[in-house]
């Protein structure tokens, strides 16, 4: 049988790398909500490759349908409808999502705010389910919207399974962009931050990314105890009163510990405990 080789291992992995395939992924990879659009010389320029090369690759994947034209007559493009149906299979097929919809379902009707879904990817966080009840409360997150891990409160929950070493590995020892008076920019200052988070086992943060929006967010934890998503509740700043935070905060821990039950997380889930005489303590983290 063919041995793969172990993806660890970079030298090894480089012998079954596609140069034109990889070429085709970074074109892909440079689309974002911040690049809705782009044209041949500038992809040239960013990926540092022949105007010629980024032209064909440009071609066959405007005939996969993974790019389209940006409007008719235009020379630049954006991303096409291949993409939307990849990212959609993708979520269809993450029990994460099959799993927590009605988990998040059930959390937005009885909080009656937007309740979410949220994973990591690298240095981003990626929304992949979202329930909104009919207020007049209105966001423009939607699924698959990427936000800032280190600058978000669902960021702060999923960056702190990272050790220091491992969140420096992330970020390295550069300054962290800053979004808003409360953002950590550095790896120092975020370690501290993350690290209480995952002592308590939750965050609640007013204006932590927006000033108009608060957040409860809490750990989803799997077979491995390790944090895979975190669900929580965005709503509207300033909050409500101690006693209805803190049913909040109950509601989003004991969601989330469904879920971390149904992706079969065995090890103790522990809720919040308001009325402990040393503070609030929170779920206990493998």
Request: hydrophobic letters at 40%; proline letters at 6%.
């Amino acid at each position: 049988m063919h041995q793969h080789p172990h993806a660890g291992d970079p030298v090894e992995s480089e012998k079954y790398m596609v140069p034109a395939l990889e070429r085709g992924l970074c074109v892909l990879q440079e689309f974002g909500r911040g690049n809705t659009t782009l044209g041949a010389p500038e992809l040239a320029r960013r990926l540092g490759l022949p105007r010629a090369t980024v032209f064909r690759l440009l071609n066959t994947l405007e005939a996969m349908g993974y790019l389209q034209p940006a409007g008719e007559g235009s020379k630049d493009y954006r991303l096409g409808l291949s993409v939307l149906r990849l990212g959609f299979e993708f979520l269809a097929s993450m029990d994460l999502t099959e799993l927590g919809q009605p988990v998040i379902q059930g959390l937005c009707n009885e909080l009656k705010v937007p309740c979410n879904i949220v994973v990591r990817d690298g240095r981003s966080v990626v929304y992949v389910a979202k329930v909104t009840p009919p207020t007049p409360l209105t966001s423009s997150v939607r699924v698959g919207t990427r936000l800032p891990a280190h600058a978000t409160a669902f960021g702060r929950v999923l960056l702190s399974d990272l050790s220091h070493a491992e969140l420096e590995g992330l970020y390295g020892r550069e300054s962290l962009q800053s979004f808003s008076p409360a953002t950590p920019t550095s790896v120092d200052a975020l370690f501290s931050l993350v690290d209480a988070d995952r002592r308590r086992g939750y965050v609640f943060s007013e204006g932590f990314y927006e000033k108009s929006i608060s957040t409860v967010a809490a750990p989803v934890f799997d077979a491995s105890e390790r944090v895979v998503a975190t669900l929580g509740s965005t709503f509207s700043t300033p909050s409500m009163d101690g006693a209805d935070t803190e049913a909040l905060i109950s509601s989003v821990c004991t969601a989330a510990a469904e879920l971390s039950t149904r992706l079969n997380y065995r090890a103790d889930y522990r809720l919040p405990v308001f009325s402990a005489p040393t503070g609030r303590t929170g779920v206990k983290h493998a």
